[in-house]
């Protein structure tokens, strides 16, 4: 086998609550994640020459170790020990960037498992999630991926029952959120209002949709700047009046998503927001890899 294509699917959060700032400049957090069908495909391929080279069509993004999908292929090799020789990283990216969709993380953990097929190293995806720690907070999760509650750094994963099947709509306004600089306003802020995560966990476990749709809550919505919280609210709204069951915004956001039980109304709103806003997708949830 020389070459192998991974896919590295999107991640939602369906809840995500911040418990503390930690010593070590981290956050302690309790999240519920979902990956989604939307994905970017990362093709490995063994090469004779020496070392790690990274390409992708998305021409601003880094080629070097600042790319999470090189930084995970040198974690691979510095954990395992295995002589990557040649290796040539090809990313084709459909996931937005800078979205608060794991879009990075996930293709870090998408190199992780597909070093593992294409070497032959034999890990779990348990000991590939604890190599990914050290290259970002989400990639143990995207290693894992399906319905999973994060919490610690977002390393200590539980798996959870599979949220019913649904259909998603998620709407990229046109801005980027620096994930630093929200936890850093974050700091600065009384928080007033957390996600019920115990109330979704049980309606997760009766495989009640709605139930989950209505108890989802981003603590990071309260700490944006006025004007993008306006955007994200009424991309939330708009959501609602097409029939979303509920509505959230992602990580450190600016995506936001709305759950639907009935795929012509997503399709709808997905039809409605794109002409709005080019980066939105109408996608459904994936288990675990
Ligand atoms: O681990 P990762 O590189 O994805 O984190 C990016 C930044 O997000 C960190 O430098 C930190 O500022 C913040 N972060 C945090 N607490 C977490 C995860 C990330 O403060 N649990």
Same mark, same amino acid.
């Given at each position: 086998? @020389?070459?192998?294509?991974?896919?590295?699917? /999107?991640?939602?959060?369906l809840?995500?609550d911040i418990? #503390?700032?930690r010593d070590d *400049? !981290?956050?302690?957090?309790?999240?519920?994640?979902?990956?989604? $069908?939307?994905?970017?495909?990362?093709?490995?391929?063994?090469?004779?020459s020496?070392?790690?080279?990274?390409?992708?069509?998305? *021409?601003?993004l880094?080629?070097?170790?600042? @790319?999470? +999908?090189?930084?995970? +292929?040198?974690? %691979?090799?510095?954990?395992t020990g295995?002589?990557?020789?040649?290796?040539?990283?090809?990313?084709e990216?459909?996931?937005?960037?800078c979205?608060g969709?794991? #879009?990075g993380s $996930?293709?870090g953990? +998408?190199?992780?498992r597909?070093? @593992?097929?294409?070497?032959?190293t034999?890990?779990?995806l348990e000991q590939?999630?604890? =190599?990914g720690e050290?290259?970002g907070?989400?990639?143990? !999760?995207?290693?894992? #991926?399906?319905?999973m509650?994060?919490e610690?750094r #977002?390393?200590?994963?539980?798996?959870?029952?599979?949220?019913?099947?649904c259909h =998603?709509?998620?709407?990229?306004?046109? %801005?980027?959120?620096?994930?630093?600089e929200?936890?850093?306003?974050?700091?600065? =802020?009384?928080?007033?209002?957390?996600?019920?995560?115990?109330?979704?966990?049980?309606?997760?476990? /009766?495989?009640?949709? $709605?139930g989950?749709?209505?108890?989802? !809550?981003n603590v990071?919505e309260?700490?944006?700047?006025?004007?993008?919280?306006?955007?994200v609210?009424?991309?939330?709204?708009?959501?609602?009046? !097409?029939?979303?069951?509920? +509505?959230?915004?992602s990580? $450190?956001g600016p995506?936001?998503?709305? =759950? %639907?039980?009935?795929?012509?109304?997503?399709?709808? /709103?997905?039809?409605?927001?794109?002409t709005?806003?080019?980066?939105t %997708?109408?996608?459904?949830?994936?288990?675990?890899?």
């Open positions: 086998m @020389n070459s192998i294509i991974e896919p590295a699917y /999107a991640k939602l959060n809840t995500l418990l #503390g700032r *400049g !981290y956050h302690d957090l309790r999240m519920v994640m979902q990956s989604v $069908s939307l994905c970017d495909q990362v093709k490995l391929t063994r090469t004779p020496q070392g790690i080279t990274l390409a992708t069509d998305w *021409g601003f880094p080629t070097d170790g600042k @790319n999470i +999908a090189y930084a995970a +292929a040198e974690a %691979f090799r510095k954990a295995v002589d990557l020789e040649g290796l040539s990283i090809t990313l990216k459909h996931i937005p960037v979205a969709t794991a #879009g $996930s293709d953990a +998408a190199v992780l597909g070093l @593992n097929r294409l070497y032959e034999g890990l779990t590939l999630a604890k =190599i050290q290259v907070s989400d990639v143990p !999760y995207c290693v894992l #991926g399906g319905t509650l994060a610690g #977002g390393e200590i994963l539980t798996r959870l029952p599979a949220l019913p099947q =998603i709509v998620m709407c990229k306004p046109g %801005f980027a959120v620096s994930t630093p929200l936890y850093h306003r974050v700091d600065s =802020i009384k928080m007033r209002c957390h996600p019920d995560a115990s109330g979704l966990l049980k309606a997760l476990e /009766a495989g009640d949709l $709605s989950v749709a209505r108890r989802m !809550y990071f309260d700490a944006l700047p006025a004007q993008r919280a306006g955007t609210r009424e991309i939330r709204n708009t959501l609602i009046e !097409y029939g979303a069951l509920g +509505a959230c915004m990580g $450190s995506t936001v998503f709305g =759950i %639907f039980s009935d795929q012509e109304e997503a399709a709808q /709103a997905a039809e409605h927001l794109k709005l806003y080019q980066e %997708f109408l996608v459904e949830p994936v288990s675990a890899m």
